[in-house]
């Protein structure tokens, strides 16, 4: 960047005036700095853009030049006037992208896949959480939702799982530095880890310039281990280099969110065997069939007498027994999602800026879930000498969720004793009366329900005395310092300091039916990452025909996390939680540090435009194993090829631009801190006796530390090819990969005589292979009317090559040794096992003498979570100033075990089994002499008794969806009629997400959304618990500018 | 400027180099080796060992029809997976922790310590051998090794033998310092005598198979250090807070809670206490709560009260409700759902829970009822020591007459149990309703114990004189499955117990599955073929119907 120092004015002979505008938007770029080539004259656009310059005679040229822009140099000639517009700096050239290490790069040279998503695919939608906003939107890329509850977690997998037990969440990379994604939920799936969020929710999507994904590893290969399961590079605003007019926006969105559910019945009542009663299950008679005033209060047969005895206006009086059609639904409300944001930006000659500020404020559909987030950045771009410029930006997010408690059910309760607000709720009975009836006893607070044993808590009284509360504060920054040391020769040191806290609540009252006495816990963390990376980087220009730039840098990266949990039960007081209202409180606190150091190289050299050669390396040495150990290389190198270029014979209508690149690239994952030696396991309260008396223990952990422990290795091959067909209106970019890992760190379950349960230990292979491809076809270009359609398709196969050390198999998630995810040797993946119905030689399931399915003794293969493929189709439609976009998407296969349908099916809820109950029905199977099944059974006994709350394998189901995901439709008021108003720019949109989807081989009334993730973020997948549906989200923005 | 900026990097770059290293492998938040505490790791072991009771005893109670055991199928009832918790408590936490601590406390002559873990060891090792038959020992608890074979059963059972020998040695020498232990709070001559009667089991145990038994128990007999006395019985004892931690015994915990539920008794059992003997057993009220004094009448709470008993059911064979006031739990190998009658099914009682004295009140559970969970688990009680006495007398002809021995344990059972009951806050509760209803609990156990000798002197066999003892023994065994599963398999007895529901339930189970843990785990250890396999001890023929 050039520096504009100016002295006084010679002859004055020639006089030149403009305005001078972004490239883009054509707004006004004020403090421009414009210069006579080889003169020390120059000047400074005015605030409106405006310069005015004279220039002595022999001038030939103009050099106009601003922080963040592409500088140009226009000849004079005879001009007078010279209008000019400036480019952003990385988006001077089409198809530039952001690469690792945040260098922007011509995509053409680059031997590897990078996606890259402009604002307009994430800006103005109805989801706070940036990972929910892209999903379906990248190629490789596959992003699912733990919950439709607002603030829960998001799962992101780009290319597969490609660590049994290690993380395989990718790097998120902000401005430059890393930010820290975590999920830092309390508890597993069934200790109440399903509300937490995963902390890239503290980013604002309508604060992003731009969005790179890097897939592959040749791609990642500067970021060392830390890239091995993709990058994510976020660029803000506030952190973007482009140039920055002087302008105000402003916009504000109003979204509704709504919850899906599923057609409940309105024949049958709650009972079993067609008989009335107050069950769990709604397998009772036809309503018609119950006499009116044949059926007491519920309450009349509480066990608990001194509950009964609270109500004595309910006890033994006549129940209105009748369809409560509207329970559920009642329990859900439509949610508002507001979201506002301002945006300004500005600058001078030498510094500019960029300050937003953003504040979405969510309700969910349960009552008592909202998410409220403020952002607020300030960006700064700072030419601090001729030679050295500054960038930096601050951004800093709060983020408050509030939720009901969330933990997995199985359609009985919850699971594990971790109270779960949507445990119950999705199969209430149709004759109970939940709006009606009190939820709590005037006498004590308790929870009171339908069931005579009052062990279902009631879901209403959950709403009022449960919450989880998560309150983050976040600061994070990046900062940039680059100096040109000599020509073609730059130093760029960056610091980034991420740092936050994030302050957890489990807030339950006494009373319930989980934590009978009450519950309390606080989670306090902290998590701070300090980044800094120097990067010396060179470029030589041979000839016309090959050009070098080279570079190398160093990375010192220094993660803390800290948490002090502090539980309390036996409440003392109700409604009131503070640690101190509670008998008991027992509290922990966990450190936890790691430091990365890395050096690394890349040598990039492009023969005649049309050949480029990238290789790369990246020496790591970090803080998490021994020190035989720590130290590790790994290259890369990729190669990119334009035969268009190269034979210019080749280029034709037909064929307008070919690429081929292939790369190869390598990586490792190192474990996560403390693996490499034993420690014993410390109880201070492990005993109280009789008399009181307490008693501390010691015992040796069960996991065995493991001093060998070394990094898995990562090698990963892709080959593309990259095409513009047919006048441009066809674009494709297919990419086909084989990642292998090898010497896994496997947190390894070991057989207990070993005298340890698990180690962490390098074992075993893991091959994914897949199809990434995007297609772009624009069926009509016009001025008027443009119709774009972009395709995205991919494939990943997850294969579990072998295990070795003896295993046969590795639980990667769900129920210790039962129903869950596993990885074994030549199946794929997180392959399902769980109880199966026990078969005989030729299938047939094997029939008790009572008529029931019997079960095997161990649990079996149910079926491969892993989707064939997804697809998404976006269409793009624009008219004058209207713009049309819907996108479909569609995942085929994949198994999936859903509670939901368990659950609602089992207990004979939904409009799916309004059949005649009353007839009988036989197990189609043989008896266990080999006989065909005689035994007639009622409905109730196959559906709840059998099928589907028997075992596992009646809820496994094929998880195909086709989605309508987002459609919008929005209207800028042209220019034209802008230019009398002081707006630059005036947008109206509607949009929605969600809107419409059906999972293919689900019953049709169960509505079901295969988008859900039983088992939380992490490694495991194909699970649904009742966690929360899915929901609709619409509703419109409202954007100015001026 | 440039100087000044240049000067900052370095400033910059170079605190960080500094403070950022690599040094950072101990993990700061765990105790290590080297400064952990003997007692503290002896607390652990204990209370994992009664842990390890506990669980083996449900399994043996419930294959025994002393609990309900709630699957169709003998082969579903112990699956491989459902066998994890054990095995990982038994090597993972007992025996690698009895491994650390013998060096450590012999290293400080704590005597009573590696006594007392070696004692655990060696009942741990001996009841793994029972449940499983060969078990890993010469490989285990190896860090280098992850795959350890098996050793035979009786090289186990010698090595457990060995323990209890060594441990013997451990009490009799003298400690630099006594151990608060769970048991006998430092009685070394208590501890000896649990010794020595553990001895007893394993030897009685096994006499199928060892035609040396005889003696060598003849050889404690004469020695007369076995538990004889109620203040010596090796019993684990609960206590009654319930967080921080959940203390309590764990039935209760599972069982008194608003909302009930927990363990099904089974019919079977109960019906041999109420109707077994043509009147009540004087401990049924102290061995079971009933939260209603009436039977349902609703198949909304109990489905099979209108069904037909299975045919395959003896006429004289109790099903579905065991009496008509209000007992019932479940029958054997009943897999059905579970209705509403969490506080309405019949409980566990005082005895050894910690629960409710059934004194006719009919109430459902709730927390901190009764004895609050305050209980015990009869791990080897003064009655079982005379029931062994009796049986091994019987059939082995060792010292003593087996009727006098059965009497002997009747009573002490009777005085084990009462003794309990009434040490607890349930005492108050027992009184005013024996004086309210004017029992003599002396008159009681004399009634009983009349009817047993009648039984046991109309046995005409020695097979039937056996069934009486067996039959005795198993209603004194309630809270310990161990004891019970073992006779059942040694002799058969008590005969006719209850079939399951199913008629083909498949074979008994006479060694239960290896867990999933091993054998997916290992591959040194192939899976048993089915869950018919005796163990070495079992000598009793394949064709032996349970």
Aim: aromatic share 10%; glycine share 10%; proline share 5%.
């Amino acid at each position: 960047m050039v520096c504009s120092c100016w002295l006084s004015v010679y002859a004055q002979q020639k006089k030149i005036t403009g305005k001078i505008t972004t490239a883009d938007g054509g707004s006004e770029l004020p403090g421009v700095s414009v210069i006579a080539k080889g003169t020390s004259i120059g000047t400074n656009s005015g605030s409106d853009g405006t310069y005015s310059i004279s220039v002595p005679s022999g001038t030939t040229s103009l050099i106009y030049s601003f922080v963040g822009s592409v500088t140009q140099e226009i000849v004079i000639g005879n001009q007078s006037v010279i209008d000019v517009k400036l480019a952003d700096d990385t988006k001077s050239l089409q198809e530039v992208v952001v690469t690792a290490q945040g260098i922007a790069r011509e995509k053409r040279a680059l031997g590897y896949a990078v996606a890259n998503i402009d604002k307009k695919l994430i800006e103005d939608r109805p989801q706070a959480d940036i990972g929910r906003t892209l999903q379906g939107k990248i190629p490789g890329v596959n992003i699912t939702s733990t919950s439709g509850v607002s603030g829960t977690g998001t799962n992101i997998i780009i290319r597969g799982y490609s660590s049994i037990t290690g993380s395989n969440q990718p790097l998120f990379v902000v401005d430059g530095v890393p930010f820290n994604s975590n999920t830092n939920s309390r508890g597993g799936f069934t200790g109440g880890g399903q509300s937490a969020s995963s902390r890239f929710l503290d980013l604002d999507p309508n604060g992003i310039e731009n969005i790179s994904v890097l897939k592959g590893l040749a791609a990642t290969v500067l970021y060392g281990d830390q890239g091995r399961n993709g990058v994510i590079l976020v660029t803000t605003k506030n952190g973007t280099q482009k140039n920055r007019p002087t302008e105000v926006s402003v916009s504000q969105s109003i979204f509704t969110n709504q919850v899906h559910l599923p057609d409940y019945t309105s024949i049958y009542a709650g009972g079993f065997q067609q008989a009335p009663g107050y069950f769990f299950s709604n397998w009772g008679p036809n309503f018609n069939e119950v006499p009116a005033g044949s059926q007491l209060h519920p309450f009349t047969y509480l066990t608990n007498a001194s509950l009964k005895a609270a109500f004595p206006e309910l006890v033994g009086t006549v129940y209105d027994f009748r369809p409560y059609s509207d329970n559920v639904e009642k329990f859900f409300r439509k949610g508002i999602i507001s979201n506002s944001s301002l945006n300004i930006s500005g600058g001078g000659e030498k510094v500019s800026y960029n300050a937003s500020v953003g504040y979405n404020n969510e309700q969910g559909y349960i009552p008592g879930n909202n998410l409220k987030k403020l952002n607020i950045g300030m960006g700064i771009n700072a030419q601090l000498s001729k030679k050295v410029s500054l960038i930096t930006s601050f951004n800093f997010a709060n983020t408050d969720q509030v939720s009901p408690p969330l933990s997995a059910g199985q359609g009985n309760n919850t699971l594990g004793g971790f109270p779960s607000i949507l445990a119950n709720v999705m199969y209430t009975p149709l004759s109970v009366d939940l709006w009606g009836m009190p939820f709590e006893s005037p006498v004590d607070n308790r929870s009171v329900y339908f069931r005579s044993g009052n062990d279902i808590p009631n879901p209403r009284w959950m709403l009022k005395y449960y919450s989880n509360t998560g309150k983050v504060n976040r600061l994070f920054n990046s900062t940039s310092l680059r100096a040109e040391l000599a020509k073609d020769l730059t130093l760029l040191y960056r610091v980034g300091l991420d740092t936050y806290t994030e302050n957890q609540e489990y807030k339950y009252n006494k009373g319930g039916v989980d934590f009978v006495n009450g519950w309390y816990s606080t989670n306090d963390i902290s998590n701070t990452i300090w980044d800094n990376s120097l990067i010396l980087s060179y470029n030589k220009v041979v000839s016309d025909k090959l050009s070098f730039s080279g570079k190398v840098g160093g990375n010192l990266r220094n993660d803390r996390f800290r948490s002090v949990t502090t539980t309390s039960d036996n409440q003392l007081a109700f409604g009131l939680m503070r640690h101190s209202n509670f008998i008991s409180t027992v509290a922990t606190n966990y450190e936890e540090e790691q430091t990365r150091m890395g050096v690394y190289g890349e040598i990039t050299a492009d023969f005649g435009n049309y050949l480029f050669l990238n290789a790369a390396g990246r020496n790591d040495w970090t803080s998490t194993v021994e020190k035989d150990n720590r130290k590790i290389f790994y290259p890369s190198g990729s190669v990119s090829f334009v035969p268009t270029s190269a034979f210019p014979g080749l280029e034709s209508e037909v064929i307008n631009f070919l690429k081929i690149r292939a790369g190869l690239g390598t990586s490792a994952g190192f474990p996560g801190p403390y693996n490499t030696r034993n420690i014993l396991n410390q109880v201070a309260r492990g005993f109280v006796d009789k008399s009181g008396t307490v008693s501390s223990t010691h015992s040796v952990s069960d996991v065995l530390g493991n001093p060998n422990l070394k990094p898995e290795l990562l090698t990963e091959y892709e080959l593309g090819l990259e095409s513009k067909l047919l006048n441009n209106k066809i674009g494709v970019d297919f990419t086909v990969y084989r990642r292998d890992t090898r010497d896994l760190i496997t947190a390894t379950p070991l057989d207990p005589s070993t005298g340890y349960t698990s180690t962490t230990i390098n074992v075993g292979k893991l091959r994914n292979e897949g199809i990434e491809l995007g297609l772009t076809i624009n069926p009509i270009t016009g001025e008027r009317f443009n119709w774009e359609m972009n395709l995205n398709y991919t494939r990943n196969v997850a294969l579990v090559k072998e295990l070795g050390g003896g295993l046969e198999e590795v639980q990667v998630a769900g129920f210790g040794g039962g129903l869950g995810n596993y990885a074994i040797p030549g199946k794929p993946f997180n392959i399902i096992k769980g109880t199966a119905i026990r078969r005989d030689a030729n299938g047939n399931p094997i029939i008790g003498s009572n008529g029931y399915l019997l079960s095997d003794a161990s649990p079996a293969i149910l079926g491969d979570p892993n989707p064939a493929f997804t697809s998404a189709l976006i269409n793009t439609f624009r008219y004058r100033g209207i713009t049309l976009t819907f996108m479909i998407d569609y995942r085929h296969g994949g198994a999936m075990y859903s509670t939901t349908a368990g659950a609602l099916l089992g207990r004979g809820l939904t409009k799916d089994l309004d059949f005649d109950r009353a007839q009988s029905l036989i197990f189609p199977g043989v008896m266990q002499d080999g006989q065909p099944n005689t035994t007639q059974i009622t409905a109730s006994n196959v559906y709840f008794d059998n099928y589907y709350f028997f075992g596992d394998e009646g809820r496994m189901y094929d998880a195909s969806t086709i989605r309508l995901r987002e459609a919008s439709i929005s209207y800028s008021i042209p220019k034209k009629i802008l230019t009398k108003m002081p707006f630059k720019g005036i947008s109206l949109s509607f949009s929605g997400n969600n809107i419409w989807y059906k999972a293919l081989h689900f019953e049709k009334h169960l509505n079901f959304d295969t988008d859900n993730l039983g088992l939380g973020v992490g490694n495991g997948m194909g699970f649904e618990f009742l966690t929360g549906p899915s929901s609709r989200r619409m509703g419109g923005t409202l954007k100015l500018s001026f | 400027m440039i100087r000044k900026i240049k000067i900052m990097w370095l400033a910059i770059f170079a605190l960080c180099v500094t403070s950022c290293k690599l040094e950072l492998l101990d993990n700061p938040n765990a105790v290590t080796t080297s400064n952990t505490n003997v007692n503290f790791l002896l607390n652990r072991i204990q209370l994992n060992y009664a842990s390890f009771f506990n669980s083996t005893s449900d399994i043996g109670m419930r294959l025994t029809r002393m609990l309900n055991q709630g699957s169709a199928l003998y082969e579903n009832a112990y699956s491989p997976s459902g066998g994890d918790g054990l095995w990982t408590n038994s090597y993972a936490n007992i025996l690698i922790d009895v491994q650390t601590l013998i060096p450590l406390a012999e290293a400080s002559n704590l005597q009573m310590h590696a006594g007392i873990a070696r004692l655990s060891r060696g009942y741990v090792l001996a009841t793994l051998v029972d449940y499983y038959g060969d078990v890993p020992l010469s490989e285990a608890l190896n860090s280098s090794n992850f795959n350890p074979g098996v050793d035979p059963a009786t090289t186990v059972y010698a090595a457990a033998m060995k323990d209890i020998d060594d441990a013997i040695l451990n009490f009799a020498a003298t400690s630099s310092a006594v151990p608060a232990d769970f048991f006998y709070a430092g009685n070394a001559d208590s501890w000896t005598r649990a010794a020595k009667t553990m001895k007893l089991k394993l030897l009685f145990t096994k006499r199928l198979s060892d035609n040396t038994a005889a003696a060598a128990i003849n050889a404690l007999i004469a020695e007369d250090k076995l538990i004889k006395t109620g203040t010596q019985n090796f019993t684990f004892k609960y206590g009654t807070s319930l967080s921080n931690p959940d203390s309590r015994h764990p039935k209760y915990g599972g069982q008194y809670s608003p909302t009930g539920g927990g363990d099904y008794q089974a019919n079977f059992y109960m019906w041999h206490l109420y109707a077994g003997k043509g009147f009540p057993d004087p401990r049924i009220r102290f061995y079971m709560y009933r939260q209603t004094l009436t039977n349902t009448t609703t198949t909304n709470e109990l489905s099979c009260i209108n069904n037909q008993k299975p045919s395959h059911y003896a006429s004289d064979m109790v099903f579905c409700v065991p009496t008509s006031v209000g007992y019932w739990g479940r029958d054997h190998l009943s897999n059905e759902g579970i209705p509403p009658d969490g506080l309405r099914r019949t409980a566990w009682g005082l005895y050894p829970a910690g629960g409710l004295y059934d004194n006719d009140a009919g109430k459902p559970v709730a927390q901190g009822v009764g004895a609050g969970g305050g209980g015990i688990l009869p791990i080897m009680m003064s009655s079982f020591v005379d029931f062994m006495l009796a049986e091994s007398a019987l059939t082995i002809s060792t010292t003593g007459d087996p009727r006098v021995l059965l009497e002997s344990a009747v009573r002490k059972s009777m005085t084990d149990v009462r003794n309990f009951a009434t040490s607890t806050i349930e005492n108050a509760s027992i009184t005013s309703f024996e004086t309210n209803k004017a029992i003599v609990w002396s008159q009681e156990v004399n009634q009983y114990v009349t009817k047993v000798l009648a039984l046991y002197d109309a046995a005409a066999t020695t097979d039937a004189k056996l069934d009486v003892i067996a039959r005795e023994y198993w209603l004194a065994l309630y809270g310990n499955g161990v004891e019970s599963y073992n006779m059942y398999r040694r002799t058969g007895k008590p005969s006719k117990m209850q079939p399951a529901l199913e008629v083909n339930p498949g074979g008994f189970v006479r060694s239960l599955y290896y867990p999933a843990a091993v054998v997916n785990r290992n591959s040194a250890v192939l899976q048993k073929p089915n869950v018919t396999q005796p163990v070495f001890w079992d000598k009793n023929p394949a064709t032996l119907t349970f």
